[in-house]
Protein backbone atom coordinates (compact mmCIF):
# COMPACT_ATOMS: atom_id res chain seq x y z
CA UNK A 1 0.00 0.00 0.00
CA UNK A 2 2.89 2.36 0.45
CA UNK A 3 4.16 1.91 -2.58
CA UNK A 4 1.27 3.08 -3.88
CA UNK A 5 1.29 5.80 -2.24
CA UNK A 6 4.43 6.99 -3.02
CA UNK A 7 3.88 6.57 -6.99
CA UNK A 8 0.63 8.54 -6.39
CA UNK A 9 3.00 11.42 -5.23
CA UNK A 10 6.13 10.92 -7.49
CA UNK A 11 3.26 11.11 -10.34
CA UNK A 12 2.05 14.42 -8.83
CA UNK A 13 5.26 15.91 -8.76
CA UNK A 14 6.31 15.06 -12.23
CA UNK A 15 3.44 16.64 -13.86
CA UNK A 16 4.22 19.09 -11.50
CA UNK A 17 7.15 19.48 -13.30
CA UNK A 18 5.55 19.24 -16.64
CA UNK A 19 3.21 21.85 -16.35
CA UNK A 20 6.08 24.00 -15.34
CA UNK A 21 7.95 23.70 -18.27
CA UNK A 22 5.02 24.95 -19.93
CA UNK A 23 3.52 21.11 -21.45
CA UNK A 24 -0.74 21.33 -21.36
CA UNK A 25 -0.79 17.52 -23.16
CA UNK A 26 0.55 15.36 -20.24
CA UNK A 27 0.24 11.74 -20.94
CA UNK A 28 0.86 9.21 -17.54
CA UNK A 29 1.62 5.56 -17.85
CA UNK A 30 1.49 3.64 -14.77
CA UNK A 31 2.23 0.00 -14.21
CA UNK A 32 2.36 -1.65 -10.95
CA UNK A 33 3.44 -5.50 -11.05
CA UNK A 34 4.66 -7.53 -9.11
CA UNK A 35 8.07 -6.91 -8.66
CA UNK A 36 8.08 -2.79 -9.59
CA UNK A 37 6.18 0.82 -10.44
CA UNK A 38 7.12 1.89 -13.72
CA UNK A 39 5.74 5.41 -14.12
CA UNK A 40 5.95 7.16 -17.68
CA UNK A 41 5.24 11.13 -17.86
CA UNK A 42 5.29 12.02 -21.50
CA UNK A 43 4.28 15.20 -23.48
CA UNK A 44 4.94 17.87 -25.80
CA UNK A 45 6.96 20.66 -25.76
CA UNK A 46 8.86 23.01 -28.68
CA UNK A 47 12.00 22.65 -26.71
CA UNK A 48 13.94 22.24 -23.85
CA UNK A 49 17.02 23.51 -22.35
CA UNK A 50 20.00 21.23 -22.37
CA UNK A 51 20.63 22.50 -19.01
CA UNK A 52 17.32 21.81 -17.76
CA UNK A 53 17.61 18.44 -19.24
CA UNK A 54 20.67 17.69 -18.21
CA UNK A 55 19.63 19.10 -14.26
CA UNK A 56 16.02 16.50 -14.84
CA UNK A 57 18.24 13.43 -15.27
CA UNK A 58 20.96 14.25 -12.40
CA UNK A 59 17.88 14.67 -9.86
CA UNK A 60 16.18 11.28 -11.28
CA UNK A 61 19.68 9.20 -11.19
CA UNK A 62 20.18 10.43 -7.35
CA UNK A 63 20.88 6.81 -5.56
CA UNK A 64 17.76 5.70 -3.77
CA UNK A 65 18.60 6.59 -0.11
CA UNK A 66 16.33 5.00 2.19
CA UNK A 67 16.76 6.53 5.59
CA UNK A 68 15.27 9.58 3.72
CA UNK A 69 12.49 7.70 1.88
CA UNK A 70 11.76 6.41 5.14
CA UNK A 71 11.02 10.29 7.08
CA UNK A 72 10.54 12.91 3.49
CA UNK A 73 8.59 10.58 0.60
CA UNK A 74 5.16 11.98 1.84
CA UNK A 75 6.70 15.71 1.36
CA UNK A 76 6.67 14.64 -2.53
CA UNK A 77 4.24 17.08 -4.62
CA UNK A 78 3.30 18.87 -1.58
CA UNK A 79 5.21 21.76 -2.02
CA UNK A 80 5.17 24.26 -4.52
CA UNK A 81 8.72 24.23 -5.08
CA UNK A 82 10.43 21.54 -7.25
CA UNK A 83 11.16 18.77 -5.39
CA UNK A 84 12.63 16.55 -7.86
CA UNK A 85 15.73 15.44 -5.57
CA UNK A 86 13.40 14.26 -3.10
CA UNK A 87 11.84 12.01 -6.10
CA UNK A 88 15.37 10.55 -6.69
CA UNK A 89 15.99 9.49 -3.28
CA UNK A 90 12.70 7.33 -3.16
CA UNK A 91 13.18 5.93 -6.80
CA UNK A 92 15.63 3.22 -7.98
CA UNK A 93 15.88 4.31 -11.64
CA UNK A 94 15.39 7.51 -13.59
CA UNK A 95 15.79 8.94 -17.03
CA UNK A 96 14.65 12.00 -19.13
CA UNK A 97 14.81 12.07 -22.97
CA UNK A 98 13.58 14.84 -24.95
CA UNK A 99 12.95 14.20 -28.68
CA UNK A 100 10.80 15.06 -31.74
CA UNK A 101 9.08 17.57 -29.26
CA UNK A 102 8.30 15.29 -26.88
CA UNK A 103 9.72 15.03 -23.29
CA UNK A 104 9.35 11.43 -22.08
CA UNK A 105 10.37 10.63 -18.80
CA UNK A 106 10.36 7.17 -17.17
CA UNK A 107 10.99 6.11 -13.22
CA UNK A 108 11.04 2.75 -11.63
CA UNK A 109 10.02 2.16 -8.44
CA UNK A 110 11.69 -1.62 -6.80
CA UNK A 111 8.85 -3.11 -4.21
Known sequence: MRERLKSIKIVDELI???Y?????????????VESAI???????CDGIAEEELQSLNDFLSIPRQEEVEEYYWE???EGNKNEL???GMVI???????????????????K
Open 16 to 18: NYC
Open 20 to 32: NLGISQIHVDLED
Open 38 to 44: KITVEGF
Open 75 to 77: LIG
Open 85 to 87: ALV
Open 92 to 110: DDGQAIYSNKRLNITVLLK
